[in-house]
């Protein structure tokens, strides 16, 4: 059984990365992400004026985790009991799974605004950049823009796939599936104004106790790229960035980015990072997104699978309630 499960993990992980590789993002409807932000959007309308939006928060949260996996849970399993469809059930659970994170998709948000720039096309990279962060570009100058855009390429390590992978190689795919779940929640509520302060606060809690590990992995595979590549101009110390950024977890991606880059990274009148470090650069912006894909590759092979050979023999069996095949087992 122990090889069952492991056999399960290994083949879902590698249809997936393929899955994402050729196709890249599932369409809506099998799209974690999609369903449940709005799924997220109807709870919210219903609760967000709420006379205690801090409860109303964390029930938001609870209300979107708790029924979204029972759902899929029930999917596997129903899918998982017809034999003779056992590679429609393989192929399905790997497309959820992809849906829990994201490589190629990044460099198909970013490449835009390379090119853009290439050709001296700063007002049609901000359009391209407008839709990959959230803070306002129309005025940015290209140095600030670029920052923008190494920033999210940061926070994208830990957010499109550390964590999810990470969740998935423990808990399998509704591990990774929780996790995108409450990322999805912190992206539609976790802001820090008038509207959201108090509603979003569970579902910003809540991403930021998921990403604590993550986010300190994300550090070191940021530091390792960067040394393979030979991209690392490490100047100052990443400890020393940490307090500059509101967010902890981003935190650690970002003022580890612009530590072994060496670069001042800077959110108009929000924070500067690494304030003694060099202007961004068109070349410091391509190289952030080498060190993304690196990390990727670093994290399936060194992290990922070797997590999923320890726990197959000391974890699985004991969570069997969250793999469909120890559940046929105890069925049968």
């Not at 670029?146 to 830990?158: D, L, N, P, R």
């Not at 990774?176 to 990322?183: A, D, F, Q, S």
Request: aromatic share 14%; glycine share 6%; with cysteine.
């Amino acid at each position: 059984m122990v090889y069952e499960i492991l056999d399960l993990m290994v083949a879902t992980l590698f249809l997936a990365v393929l899955v994402d590789i050729i196709f890249g993002e599932p369409r809506g409807f099998l799209h974690i992400a999609v369903i449940s932000g709005k799924w997220a959007n109807i709870l919210g309308n219903k609760l967000e004026k709420s006379k205690k939006p801090v409860k109303s928060g964390y029930l938001i949260v609870f209300l979107s985790v708790i029924p979204i996996t029972i759902l899929f849970s029930f999917i596997f399993n129903a899918l998982y009991s017809i034999p003779m469809i056992y590679i429609f059930f393989l192929i399905f659970y790997a497309i959820i799974e992809k849906s829990t994170f994201a490589f190629t998709s990044m460099g198909g948000r970013i490449r835009p605004i390379i090119r853009s720039l290439e050709n001296g096309q700063l007002e049609e990279a901000r359009v391209f950049a407008s839709r990959c962060v959230r803070r306002d570009v129309k005025d940015l100058k290209e140095p600030l823009l670029i920052s923008a855009a190494i920033e999210t390429i940061s926070e994208g390590i830990t957010d499109s796939f550390v964590g999810s992978l990470l969740y998935f190689s423990i808990f399998g795919v509704l591990g990774g599936l929780v996790y995108r779940i409450v990322n999805t929640l912190d992206s539609t509520f976790g802001y820090r104004d008038s509207k959201y302060l108090k509603f979003g606060r569970g579902s910003a809690y809540t991403d930021s106790v998921l990403n604590y590990i993550p986010a300190r992995i994300s550090s070191a595979l940021i530091s390792v790229s960067a040394y393979l590549m030979n991209y690392s101009n490490k100047q100052t110390g990443i400890r020393s960035l940490l307090n500059n950024v509101p967010s902890r977890n981003a935190a650690y991606s970002m003022g580890t980015m612009a530590s072994v880059l060496n670069l001042r990274l800077e959110k108009k009148g929000n924070y500067i990072i690494n304030p003694k470090g060099f202007e961004p650069t068109l070349n410091d912006l391509r190289r952030a997104l080498n060190i993304f894909y690196l990390s990727f590759f670093l994290m399936v092979v060194f992290i990922v699978i070797p997590l999923m050979i320890i726990f197959s023999f000391i974890l699985y069996e004991h969570i069997y309630f969250v793999f469909p095949i120890k559940l046929q087992v105890l069925m049968g």
